[in-house]
């Protein structure tokens, strides 16, 4: 093997059979296009790592793609070699983008795995936000400022529960869709709308016109009155 103790300034093809050990020493690549190639000579595929116009690329030779790029300003990309944030991840085709796998293997009760999104607000304050999956049950959380909390889930049968954590025990009239409010305290649903606008609660059966609203509460700003329709009609207005 080759054993360097001092700064290598390589400009030119170097071969090297064996291993290469530096003690106290630098390696520079110097050229419009620096590159190392990791090849593997019992499996494909073959990787290098090179500058490419001050982006470090890690490229698949094999299979001619880029495979992870990190920008001058610190921004790394997956699926792109020009990152325009902190991460960012594309894909041409359809699919999964992005896969967090969290293998835990604490199995207390009550325990979490979560992505955690961190807004600083100033030198010694900030918000965050979480997004994970509850151990026990399997739904979908995302609370603010406390992995515990659970301010909305989803529920593993797509039941939406804000305020509430188990939105499936509203079933009796089949009204466990969406489920608001924490059973104590005063909860309440706001339809803001503009002073010429309507505000609307509709009970639909199909896509057409009026199946869109075989029943409906409806809110005339305007005329300042309330309708009650059924069968796609009005019956009262107050």
């Not at 960012?88 to 796998?101: H, K, L, P, R, W």
Request: hydrophobic content about 35%.
């Amino acid at each position: 093997y080759m054993k360097f103790k001092s700064d290598v300034d390589v400009e030119a093809a170097l071969a090297v059979s064996g291993d290469v050990q530096f003690t106290g020493g630098n390696l520079y690549l110097d050229g419009a296009f620096p590159r190392i190639w990791l090849r593997d000579t019992n499996d494909n595929p073959d990787y290098s790592i090179f500058n490419g116009n001050g982006t470090l690329r890690i490229y698949d030779d094999t299979n001619s793609a880029d495979r992870l790029s990190i920008s001058s300003a610190g921004n790394v990309g997956i699926g792109t070699t020009s990152p325009s944030a902190k991460l960012d991840v594309q894909q041409g085709t359809a699919g999964n983008i992005i896969s967090a796998e969290f293998d835990n293997l604490d199995y207390t009760s009550g325990n979490r795995n979560a992505i955690k999104v961190r807004q600083q607000i100033s030198a010694s304050g900030s918000y965050s936000a979480f997004l994970g999956s509850h151990k026990e049950t399997g739904n979908l959380f995302l609370s603010n400022d406390s992995i515990t909390a659970d301010h909305l889930v989803i529920d593993t049968s797509g039941n939406v529960g804000i305020g509430y954590t188990t939105p499936s025990d509203f079933t009796s009239v089949s009204a466990d869709n969406l489920v608001i409010g924490p059973l104590s305290g005063n909860n309440g649903i706001t339809v803001n709308s503009a002073t010429t606008g309507y505000g609307a609660l509709a009970f639909a059966d199909g896509t057409g016109a009026s199946d869109q609203y075989r029943g409906l509460v409806q809110y005339n700003h305007t005329a300042d009155s309330l309708a009650l329709f059924t069968n796609a009609t009005t019956k009262m207005t107050i």
